[in-house]
């Protein structure tokens, strides 16, 4: 099955599209609401880009290097967080790419980076991690707010420290 057969299937557009005539990921998400504190993603299309392992990593590279449309980082992240649990290799690579989003104040993205800083563990996101922890803790949570996203970087920073004390 093709990118486009995936994104034909009951893809909703998106509102800003880039100008790219290539841009063809177009996200399938529903995104956390006040009645549920969890995305839903198209499980074909990601299952589409697992199965496709490290020969979808430049697809999915570009995406994140150029969008600005949460819903559809927010879903790459959900990929690629997937592609780590099959197995693919070379995402712990990719930490200048994420890095993009270490200053975001999107709780979604926010709590997908630091699932994909846990598992990949590259020193040079404890930083991050650490910084964007306390400026959470600082700010007041948003009564829009369904879930707390400090409760997966708070776990990323502790699997950290606690792979660096293992003996």
């Known amino acids: 099955m093709s990118i486009n057969a995936i994104n034909n299937q009951n893809c909703r557009p998106i509102l800003t599209r880039r100008q790219n005539a290539n841009w063809g990921f177009r996200p399938n998400i ?5 009645n549920r504190n969890y995305c839903l993603f198209d499980q074909n299309k990601v299952d589409y880009f697992v199965k496709q392992k490290e020969n979808a990593l430049p697809y ?3 995406i994140l290097e150029h969008s600005n449309n949460e819903a559809q ?3 790459t992240l959900y990929i690629m967080d997937r592609m780590i649990d099959n197995g693919t290799k070379g995402i ?3 930490y200048p790419v994420f890095s993009r989003f270490n200053q975001t104040q999107s709780p979604n993205i ?10 990949i563990q590259v020193p040079d996101a404890f930083g991050p991690l650490c910084k964007m922890l306390i400026q959470n803790s600082l700010k007041p949570n948003s009564p829009n707010q369904t879930f707390d996203p400090n409760e ?6 502790l699997s950290y420290l606690s792979d660096r004390w293992r003996g």
């Open 30 to 34: 529903n995104m956390p609401n006040i």
């Open 92 to 94: 712990d690579k990719l």
């Open 60 to 62: 999915l590279t570009d």
């Open 152 to 157: 997966e970087i708070g776990g990323a920073i």
């Open 73 to 75: 980082v927010t879903e």
């Open 110 to 119: 926010q709590t997908f980076l630091a699932g994909i800083y846990r598992k």
